[in-house]
């Protein structure tokens, strides 16, 4: 069993973050979750369900294994605010430009920021998922700088090569990069194989 931190924030498609945690517990993980206050907002206005839902819903999947902590956005004295405390890895998905320029400068106003710069300090394995377009050049550069400290940068850009059929096709493509990121395998999406194996496939 692993321990992964998952951030959700406020930028669309708190879908993704949902599906990886599902994912996670199903494969016997600890997952350490938070979410920003806007990230609630937008869990409840994209799919449905408040905070505590939420929680209550994860929960039922921690019978396969896994196991879920989840902690108040201005906790700062959770352990997973401490370089101390170890981890295998941390997901912020969907990252909202706001939070990536907090953490591309160094500023921590609440959990999920201080943790993420905890990661980065003990070069930790660090996967974000931006969700923004167009970008503009503070958006870029505020990634290159997130690259260059050894983030992994991986936006929300579903393939089209495995002819997805479904939004639940091109989350778990999404999903599916992340975990494998993260070492983790996964089934999750038809890797590409050539042309003539596509063909054949379709």
């Not at 321990?3 to 498609?13: H, Q």
């Not at 999920?112 to 870029?140: C, G, M, W, Y």
């Not at 936006?155 to 983790?184: E, W």
Request: hydrophobic share 40%.
């Amino acid at each position: 069993m692993a321990r992964f931190v998952v951030g959700i924030t406020g930028a669309s498609g708190c879908v993704y973050g949902v599906r990886l945690i599902e994912e996670l517990l199903k494969g016997k993980h600890e997952v350490y979750l938070l979410i920003t206050e806007n990230g609630s907002k937008v869990l409840k206005h994209e799919l449905g369900v408040d905070t505590e839902t939420l929680i209550s819903d994860f929960g039922k999947l921690e019978k396969y294994g896994g196991a879920l902590k989840y902690y108040d956005i201005n906790n700062i004295f959770a352990p997973i605010a401490s370089g101390s405390f170890k981890a295998d890895g941390m997901v912020i998905i969907p990252c909202s430009m706001s939070t990536l320029a907090f953490i591309a400068h160094g500023l921590s106003h609440n959990l999920l920021q201080r943790t993420a710069d905890v990661f980065l300090k003990e070069k930790r394995k660090i996967v974000i998922v931006p969700r923004e377009t167009p970008l503009n050049s503070i958006h870029l550069e505020n990634m290159l700088t997130l690259s260059k400290m050894g983030a992994h940068i991986l936006p929300a850009m579903p393939a089209f090569y495995q002819s997805p059929k479904t939004i639940d096709d091109m989350v778990n493509f999404i999903v599916g990069r992340v975990l494998d990121t993260l070492n983790i395998p996964n089934q999750l999406y038809d890797r590409w194989k050539g042309v003539e194996d596509h063909e054949q496939k379709n």
